[in-house]
């Protein structure tokens, strides 16, 4: 079991990272990680709805027929969003106001329904309700990384606005580079967010590769090749 | 409240209806998708691939159940050809399944030394040796897929790998390097 | 005897790609000259400065790519497009745009796509435009050519403006301006007309009698840098004309119709980097279309999506919008402009 | 009649989970509405306070806004809203939304706050697409710029002095970015121009004020 | 007329849905490998958008309005585009199988295209009529078919490139997604409304 | 269907009939200063035994016969086929594999000749005249028995070519584009009137209504020579056409295109569009055969290149050793770099002189770095997609396209930017400022399709076999469980005879095993057919083996168990 668990772990965070990897939910990811706390709210957002949506698919993965699967879950996944958002613009109305139209297109998240699909439809309730939690969260950081950045480069600011989530007293924790910073105004701009998620990409494969690498290498000494039967 | 919970219903079962009646209305059989994998894997049926054969293979695929890498005998062109069918990422071959031949090869049987067994014979998933019961066997050599199938059951290790020699009509203009000057990775 | 293999054939011309290159920076020089002479020393510093980051960088990249760097860098690519990305940046540039500019352009634009030859867009162009939307305040730092409203700065000034901060927002608006592309569009989109703009008593002084004072000998010398290039081979004839054609028919058709808001054809093809973009960036090879009916659809395209960014759009000159959007339409283009294969039916395939 | 049963399933099926899923939703919904309501409403509240200082009127901002018909002077070319202060019941200040219409990407749209006795009581950018970067620095939070107009009125500077210092005025401009400036500053002195014209209009209608509907 | 030729414009390059306003941006990845299949997935996309603009419109006006329920839009929306998906798909595949080859893979992809979704949301808020969403989710699929034949054909060319090892792949199409992103700028401002 | 008026000139400003092509410098004043020098006979020939497109002939003589001069070695086999012969008398050495000239380096089976310097031809039944009255059968009979391939380059069967199929026009390629060869140059100043009357065999044959002799206008004295020929001829049909200097207006597709303004089908033929196009060297050769029952036992070969040192134009044997003729005009200088036969554009660099002439060299070019500099190192610059070989290929094709695929081996769109249409002439080649062998790029491509052809021909092959080898374990696992179900049903009965044959059979494969082990004890097996293996394959092999003893092994563990 928790073989299981580590390697649902190990998925969600890195190896088959739903932004880095499968590259999915990429609108979101892209449009509001303009900022820190942008990025945390949206992915917050969204692992719930992972963790909620998943758990829903597994507790009713054997009654489903297939030809109205997809709306099934879909309707599932639509209800869910739909609440997340009703409480979000009664408790959260600023930061729900900044995030505009990618709450309720957390539905459409394409990495919500493929976890569906792909994982939470033949698994357990414990392993499916573990995996959108650790997927949701391997999004959750994406999202706050590249928001970050993003921020810092464009804005020259780091978590600007953190009131919107965490109160008035979170605006202490605001970070400044330099007040006569410019602004890259590229980093906060469509383009910017393009450029931003492909390197880090390249990062996430540079990391890989260097991981790889000594590992090949004792593979190879140590394993003769086996026999052609 | 009602009247959503209401509408809804309504809607959606209609909806349901609609896709009920249609899922058996508009059914359709089979999948031609097998066909187009099995077409372009090597037909060595050497089951390195851990299935029993090329076609088995080829319905995994399909179904799912199997990654695009895992014939070493189709190496890196059937991997490329593979993800161009099916969309999918090109990947390298999976090393647990074994390597790529650099060579083609082929067996050949040393004929002093057979004893006319026939279990190479019944190894041979494409027929390529000939021979009958208590005589010597050969390989036709332009038969064999050099899948080594038939080297472990051969009681008195008769059977050799050989390189497929390169004829006048069978050779091939070397590439040219530079420019791409890393060869793209495998 | 030493019998030497090679693949045939054997015999070969004597063009190669540093000649070209060299060739592009000799027709380049003229013009640049016309820009020296009308802008001022922050011409020279852009020269300098995007020269200078475009080979450090090219060099750093093809390191870390462990590439041999010191062929790669004699190709002189790296050259023209700093030299083409310094031309296009405006004169008082502070020297961290042009360089930000030049690291984008080689970096991003060029290295990440494998270097020389495999880079789908512009790199000149890029570096333009990432800084373009990066730093609009920056990209306005024209001055006004000689001869117009105390033309350009003195060098200490240039210097000061360019490697310092130093200046005030007064002092700096009194030395830069607008280009004349650029103030006729705000003005004609304020619902004032070209008259109005060219007796205006403080635009007026920027226009000469087609174009901007100063534009039309820098399109000229540019213009007749492109021929030498056509003449010695080094660029398609096709694009510059189908560019230039498509660009006056356009023009020409619309000022017809409206005079009083839509420029001459000649007021087009002489101002901003119309020639420069002709000759030297539309034809950048390596990101343009290559097949011969795909290059004249490639010049047009660039001509139309320029003139409407120029007239209409939010940005002021058009071209690098353009040709990177062209850019982005070559592979496609190359795909579906295949020129019929001797013996084939005109049928495609 | 299998068949029948199998398409029945299906139906029973999906109303199953529209049923509960439409329940769920039914069931926050009604329970955050109110919530939700207030929030909106204290939002743009918070917008307006920014302009007139909560200690300077007494009434329910939100409660007495009106209608106006479309204006040049405005810039609107339909129904825009106003909203009036009182203090004890005495007129003190309305907030308009005119319209700059010769931004550099397109209309700016503003709220401008006026005093009765014709000062600027504030201006704030609501919306605009100017180039960020340049035009963007009459956003409040971008510079204090916009700031600069409270306190001024017709006669506060000059009718001839209400354009920016390119163009003779006394209005800053930003390098590289005078027509963002221009049109506001333009937009803002009609503002003021109207509302000399119309300031008892305004007021008067407060008593016939309709209710607005928060959808159109 | 202008109206609707705005309508296009606006959608198509001003405000395109996938490099200006980031939606359908998993399919604009997903299937740009091949040049081919991206025309598939043009002509799925085209066809399920603007259906599902024009019959969001229909539901929004015709059931949630009168009903108040427009709280509900989300899963009304979402039901029904899932439902005329799965519907196109088995009906394309019994009567068609050559047309089912070029679309019938994608249509299932298309129910989590956000695009579409999001031209139904966008649709409402912009309070457009029934010709103008027909406009508004045609010009939104012509202007993310543009952009996704464009991007094949360039991810085409550039899988032949000698791409730094670490870049390859998916980094190096998002990179190229940026510059594309860049270029389109180039049109903001050019519909001042 | 000939355009006569449409007399095409070619001017200065590169205006041509055909898309593209290039100017080339033409050193070919090089080899004509003298006239073709017999080569004299030599002592040992090599005459391979495929020398021609096509299958290989069948053999007729055995090492140790003697030959004649003339007699047939091998004689054609199947339709695209030639014969071979001897080209001196003497005895045959050996039949077996050498090297000869080819791309691919490989050893082929020839013929080895010891000339008994008899000079012993053959009898021979000249048809001379008398070939009017016999049939286009008959004639191409004769040619096809003469061994006459296309001596123009590719060396195609010549009597394949010529069957009649509606065929109008006769096209007699005297062009000779490449620099440096002046091999047909000289055999028309000197056998004009042989030309014409090979010519006109060949009209014969097909039925034609036309002959052009097309001649570059760089050759002024083969002009004038065929011009006089053509007005001695009484018949009158034959017309000389004289075509600019433009590399390569002697390929086929593009001279017949110049001449009728009429394009081969890409995948077509000449034929399709009722042409037939013979080199003027081919001509000749039919003339010998009709005229003197000369079959094609030598050509005449440009010796050239500044590596040389008097180069000439000489008539020698198929199968004198390279060297020999080399050696014959003077031997090589001392700055000689590079061999090469055939063309600088076309031609094939021999990494050896040790290497018989064969029915397709027309030239052996002998370069130095004032002739050409070779590549010093293999690698080139990226294609920077100037579109320069655009402009260029006579094929109207996209070279750079053609490249980026052929490069990335994505075979499926290098063939959709049709691939096949390209004749290798190098044009693209020559203008690329980046030096890419793009040629080489596309012959590589080009082998790699049918080699990927061929690997799908044999997967199918195999997956029929596997199935019927499926379909036939079916049946008779089925006929077995049929048969098992009768001796069950019969072994109830009574059982023990069965169990008997068993023991027995087990005993005698015991027997034969320990009989094997015995002998393989006494005398190590030794493997064949493993000579001129290269390491690697050694090593793989060995590999092998230790891998099949490791196996066995677990196996015999097992079976201990
Ligand atoms: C990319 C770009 C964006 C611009 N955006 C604005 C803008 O938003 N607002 C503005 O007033 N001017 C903008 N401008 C500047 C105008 O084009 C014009 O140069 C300027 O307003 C004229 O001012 P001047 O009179 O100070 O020279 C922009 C310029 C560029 C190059
Ligand atoms: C594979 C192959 C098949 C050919 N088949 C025929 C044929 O059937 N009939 C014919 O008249 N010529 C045939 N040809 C001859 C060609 O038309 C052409 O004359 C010959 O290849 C020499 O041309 P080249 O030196 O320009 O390559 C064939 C050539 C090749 C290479
Ligand atoms: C690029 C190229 C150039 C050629 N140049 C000549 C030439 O100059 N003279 C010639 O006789 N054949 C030339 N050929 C060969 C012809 O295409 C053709 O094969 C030949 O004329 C057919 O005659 P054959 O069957 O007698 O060889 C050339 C072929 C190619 C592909
Ligand atoms: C005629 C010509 C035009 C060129 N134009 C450009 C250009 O506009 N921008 C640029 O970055 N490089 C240009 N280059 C240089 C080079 O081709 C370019 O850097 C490549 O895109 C790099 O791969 C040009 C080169 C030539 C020969
Ligand atoms: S590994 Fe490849 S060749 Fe072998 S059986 Fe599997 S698919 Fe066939
Ligand atoms: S002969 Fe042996 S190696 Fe060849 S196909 Fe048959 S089993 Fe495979
Ligand atoms: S000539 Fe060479 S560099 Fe130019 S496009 Fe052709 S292959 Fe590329
Ligand atoms: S070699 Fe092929 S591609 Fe190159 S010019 Fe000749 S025909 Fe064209
Ligand atoms: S998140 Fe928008 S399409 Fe996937």
Known sequence: MPAQSIKIAKDGLWTNNVALVQLLGLCPLLAVTGSFINGLGLGIATLITLVVSNSCVSIIRHWVRPEVRIPIFVLIIASIVTTIELAMNAWFHELFLTLGIFIPLIVTNCSIIARAESFASKNSLVDSTFDGFMMGLGFLIVLVILGSIREIIGAGTLFANAHLMFGEQAKTMLLSFGDNYPGFLLAILPPGAFIGLGLLIALKNHIDKKLKQPVTSTEATGDTPSPAV | ??????????????????????????????????????????????????????????????????????????????????????????????????????????????????????????????????????????????????????????????????????????????????GFAAPKAT | MLFKKADAPYLKDYSNVQSMMLKVIYALIPGSIAMFWFFGWGVLFNLAIAISVCLASEAMMLKFRRRPVEPALKDGSALVTACLLALALPPLAPWWLVAIASLFAIVVAKHLYGGLGFNPFNPAMVGYVVVLISFPREMTLWTPPLGVAGGWPSFTDAVAIVFGSGISTQAL????????????????????????????????????????????????????????????????????????????????????????????????????????????????????????????????????????????????????????????????????????????????? | MNLHKQVLTTAVLLMIFAIIGAGVVGFTYENTYDRIKRNEQLTTLRKLNTILSPESYDNALLDDQITLAKSTL???????????????????????????????????ELLVGINYDGTLAGVRVTKHRETPGLGDVVESQRSDWILGFTGKSLSNPAENKWKVKRDGGEFDQFTGATITPRAVVKAVHSALLYFKKHRDEIFKQKTDASPVDKNS | ???????????????????????????????????????????????????????????????????????????????????????????????????????????????????????????????????????????????????????????????????????????????TAGIMSLAFMGFAGLIKV | MLSRDKTWVGNDNGEHSFHGGIKLPGHKDLSTQSPIADMPA??????????????????????????????????????????????????????????????????????????????????????????????????????????????????????????????????????????????????????????????????????AENCVIAIEDNKPQAIDAVSKAINDDDSGFIELQVVPTIYPSGGERQLIKIITGMEVPMNGLPADIHVLCHNVATSYAIYNAIYHAIPLISRIVTITGHGVQSPQNINTAIGTPIKDCIEFCGGYRDDARALIMGGPMMGLTLDTDELPVIKTSNCLLVTTPEDMALPASKSHMPCIRCGKCVDVCPANLLPQQLYWYSADRDYDRAINLNLFGCIECGCCDYVCPSDIPLVQYFRHAKSGIWEQERERKKSDIARQRHENRQARQDKQKQEREERLRKKREALAKGKDSHKLELDKKKALIADALARVKEKKAKQPVKPKNTENLTEEQLEKIAEADRRRKKLKKERGDQDAV
Not at chain 6, 153 to 158: K, Q, R, T
Request: glycine letters at 8%; a negative charge; one cysteine or more.
């Open chain 5, 1 to 175: 007329m202008t109206e609707y030729a705005l309508i296009l414009l606006s959608t198509i390059l001003v405000n395109n849905f996938v490099l200006v306003k980031f939606l359908g941006l998993c399919p604009f990845m997903g299937v740009s490998r091949k040049l081919e299949t991206a025309m598939g997935m043009a002509l799925a996309t085209t066809f399920v958008l603007t259906l599902s603009s024009v019959l969001s419109y229909l539901v929004n006006h015709y059931i949630l309005a009168p009903l108040e329920i427009e709280y509900m839009r989300t899963i009304m929306f979402i039901l029904v585009i899932a439902v005329v998906v799965q519907f196109t798909e088995m009906v394309v595949h019994k009567t068609s199988p050559l047309l089912y080859n070029v679309l019938g893979i994608f249509l299932p992809l298309i129910t989590t295209n956000c695009a579409v979704l999001g031209v139904a949301l966008l649709n409402v808020q912009v309070q457009n009529n029934f010709i103008q969403s027909l406009f508004y989710g045609f010009g939104a699929a012509v202007g993310f078919s543009l952009v996704l034949i464009l991007f094949s054909a360039m991810r085409e060319r550039i899988a032949a490139a000698d791409v730094p090892e670490i870049f390859q792949g998916t980094s190096i199409a998002l990179i």
């Open chain 6, 42 to 207: 030599c002592d040992v020939y090599t005459v391979p035994l495929n020398q021609h497109i096509g299958a290989e002939g069948e053999i007729l003589v055995k090492a140790g016969d003697h030959v004649l001069k003339g007699q047939m070695l091998a004689r054609p086999h199947g339709m695209v086929s030639a014969a071979i012969h001897s080209p001196v008398s003497g005895e045959i050495i050996e039949i077996s594999n050498h090297r000869f000239p080819h791309p691919s380096g490989l050893a082929a089976p020839c013929f080895v000749i010891k000339n008994d310097h008899k000079d012993e031809w053959i009898e021979r039944n000249p048809v001379g005249d008398d070939y009017a009255q016999l049939g286009s059968h008959e004639l191409r009979g004769l040619i096809r028995d003469a061994g006459i391939v296309g001596l123009g380059g590719a060396g195609f069967p010549a009597a394949v070519k010529q069957t009649e199929v509606g065929i109008t026009t006769l096209i007699i390629n005297g062009v000779e584009c490449e620099p440096y060869i002046s091999c047909d140059d000289m055999l028309m100043r000197e056998h004009a009137d042989e030309i014409i009357a090979g010519a006109k065999i060949i009209a014969q044959i097909i039925k």
């Open chain 2, 1 to 178: 409240m009602w009247v959503v919970v209401i509408t809804l219903a309504i809607i959606s079962a209609a909806f349901g209806l609609l896709l009920g009646y249609s899922a058996i209305r508009f059914k359709v059989e089979g999948d031609p998708v097998v066909d187009q994998i099995d077409a372009l894997l090597p037909q060595t049926q050497c089951g390195q691939c851990t299935y029993a054969g090329c076609r088995p293979y080829a319905e995994a695929i399909a179904k799912g159940e199997a990654d695009i890498n895992q014939c070493p005998p189709g190496g890196e062109a059937v991997i490329i050809a593979l993800a161009d069918l099916l969309d999918m990422e090109v990947k390298p071959l999976s090393a647990e399944h074994g390597v790529e031949k650099e060579t083609a090869t082929v067996v050949y049987i040393d004929e002093q030394t057979c004893i006319g067994c026939t279990l190479c014979i019944q190894a041979c998933p494409v027929d390529a040796i000939l021979g009958a019961a208590k005589q010597m066997h050969t390989v036709i050599e332009s038969e064999c897929t050099g899948c080594n199938l038939c080297i472990p059951p051969c009681p008195v290790d008769c059977i050799y790998v050989k390189p497929v020699e390169p004829t006048l009509q069978t050779w091939i203009w070397e590439q040219p390097i530079g």
């Open chain 3, 173 to 349: 608006d009194a030395i830069t301006m607008a280009t004349p592309i650029d103030i006729l569009k705000t003005h004609i989109n304020m619902e004032h007309d070209i008259e109005y703009v060219r007796t205006h008593k403080v635009y007026g002084e920027l226009f000469g009698p087609v174009t901007g004072v100063g534009w039309e000998w820098i399109n000229g010398l540019y213009l007749a840098g492109g021929l030498w290039l056509i003449k010695q081979g080094v660029i398609d004839k096709r694009i510059p004309i189908s560019f230039i054609i498509s660009l006056v028919l356009i023009s020409n058709f619309l000022s017809v119709l409206d005079y009083a808001s839509y420029s001459s054809a000649l007021f087009h093809t002489l101002s901003g980097g119309t020639m420069l973009a002709a000759f030297f960036i539309a034809t950048d090879p390596v990101t343009a279309s290559t097949t011969p009916r795909g290059r004249i659809i490639y010049g047009a395209g660039i001509a139309a999506i320029a003139y409407i960014i120029r007239n209409w759009g939010g940005y002021p000159d058009g071209i690098a919008f353009a040709v990177l959007l062209m850019n982005m339409a070559a592979p496609l283009l190359d795909q579906y402009t295949q020129p019929r294969t001797f013996g084939k039916s005109e049928a495609k395939s």
């Open chain 4, 74 to 108: 405005l810039g609107t070319t339909d129904n825009s809203s106003a909203y009036l202060a009182y203090k004890n019941e005495v007129p003190v200040a309305a907030v308009l939304s005119p319209i700059a219409l010769n931004g550099y990407n397109g209309p700016i």
